[in-house]
């Protein structure tokens, strides 16, 4: 956390200088001053309170003794366009950031893009209802060219703002055919989709019951299943494949379930309560207990999977796949903002330093993705038109260019009160999360 608040700070930092603006301190961590060196009239610090960082400007409304030349190089003394490039450049330093660490983690582990072939439709889904059959071969989405899988995905979740998605597929006989997907009587599941944690219920055949992600606050993860889990048995029933796995699933009670899993060549069991997510037309329940499945790579080159490995390659999916996490932040605060989604899903520094354990446990690569994925919210966030973030900040300079002069003091220092007292509202509610996840365990 403290590294990623660090490179944004850096960002600030970089281009600040870059326009002669005179930088008096740039610090990691708060508080007491550990350790400490100065080159070119910056102080660079290592402080007690690793929570984060700062860098700390010349500003001739701080700094009064100032002679006229210092003044020069004062921030609150650029145009206005300088100081809104000096501000987005923290949000911008935390995106470059996942890019690099996206792109590490892809070059190290490979990637697989699997031909967007549906094997597998969930029955009640959203694919299901639009009609997907086993072995449609998805050609576009609203009118756009599908390469893969992966493509195939975040073309819908693009698209889920229409509230209506339409696909040309081309049929295990070779016809073309059209599929369409009604989401406006969804909107919980739409949201959960772009929260990643529903799909749209098709799949390729490349799944294996091998547990990839353990969704936090839901059943599974509170039964004790981890990644790299295999599932063998659920609800007393044997599964040997995914197709199985999925079926028994979508179909579980609200009663207490066991789940048979081998960890580490041992055979266990546990017990675990799905999730109650909506109702079939029927009347019938559907339920979920949370985990995502891993990719077998053998089942993989069976739907023609390719394997990217190169450092252009990597470069490349690293800042396809930034961009789409970014994209889909700003979708997701936008609805929370409306009201439109929950704030349950903030989460604040408890769940981050419990998610970081856990990542860290995992390997390195799952640690850096997690980084990644961490970089990429601070940037979004600090994008927020609240004063006291980046994104304010560069409000109140776009305001001091469009009317020729700065804000009044008692305007900021309003705007300063206002701003602080939503982050802390904010804060509030990612604690309280953070507490009630503990709590409900």
């Not at 002669?20 to 309170?49: E, H, P």
Request: proline share 3%; net charge positive.
């Amino acid at each position: 956390m403290t590294a990623v608040v660090a490179f944004h700070e850096l960002g600030h930092l970089v281009v600040a200088l870059m326009f002669g603006i005179r930088v008096t301190q740039y610090s990691i961590g708060f508080g007491k001053v550990l350790f400490s060196c100065s080159w070119r009239g910056t102080r660079y610090c290592l402080s007690l309170i690793p929570l984060g960082g700062y860098v700390r400007m010349l500003d001739t409304r701080k700094d009064r003794l100032l002679s006229a030349q210092e003044q020069l190089y004062a921030f609150d003394r650029q145009h206005p366009c300088k100081k809104i490039l000096v501000y987005l450049a923290g949000p911008f330093a935390n995106l470059l950031l996942a890019v690099f660490l996206l792109s590490a983690v892809v070059y190290h582990e490979g990637v697989i893009t699997v031909a967007p072939i549906v094997h597998t439709v969930i029955p009640d889904s959203l694919a299901d209802k639009a009609g997907f059959q086993e072995g449609d071969h998805v050609l576009m989405v609203d009118g756009q060219p599908v390469s893969d899988f992966e493509d195939l995905n975040e073309l819908s979740i693009d698209g889920l703002s229409s509230l209506q998605l339409s696909f040309t597929v081309q049929d295990a006989r070779g016809k073309i055919r059209n599929r369409r997907m009604y989401l406006r009587n969804y909107p919980d599941l739409v949201d959960e989709i772009y929260r990643g944690k529903a799909s749209f219920g098709f799949s390729p055949d490349c799944f294996s019951t091998e547990i990839d992600e353990v969704l936090q606050g839901l059943p599974a993860a509170e039964a004790g299943l981890k990644s790299g889990d295999r599932i063998v048995g659920l609800a007393n029933k044997k599964i040997n494949n995914y197709q199985q796995f999925i079926t028994i699933a979508r179909h579980l009670p609200l009663s207490a379930v066991s789940v048979d899993y081998v960890r580490e060549g041992r055979r266990y069991q546990t017990f675990l309560k799905p999730k109650l997510i909506g109702k079939k037309q029927s009347g019938a329940l559907i339920t979920r207990i949370g985990i995502t499945n891993k990719i077998d790579s053998s089942l993989a080159k069976r739907s023609r999977a390719i394997y990217h490995a190169t450092l252009a390659q990597s470069f490349l999916i690293g800042f396809k796949k930034t961009f789409h996490v970014a994209k889909r932040t700003v979708v997701l605060l936008g609805k929370m903002l409306v009201g439109q989604s929950s704030l349950k899903t903030l989460s604040g520094p408890i769940t981050i330093a419990s998610m970081t354990k856990k990542t860290v446990d995992l390997g390195w690569t799952s640690y850096l993705f997690f980084l990644a994925m961490i970089s990429i919210s601070i940037g979004i966030l600090n994008l927020l038109p609240i004063s006291v973030l980046d994104g304010g900040g560069a409000l109140m300079s776009l305001i001091e260019w469009v009317q020729g002069k700065p804000l009044s003091l008692r305007a900021e220092d309003f705007a300063l009160r206002i701003g602080f007292a939503m982050l802390m509202l904010l804060i509030f509610v990612a604690l309280f999360n953070d507490f009630f996840r503990i709590f409900a365990k």
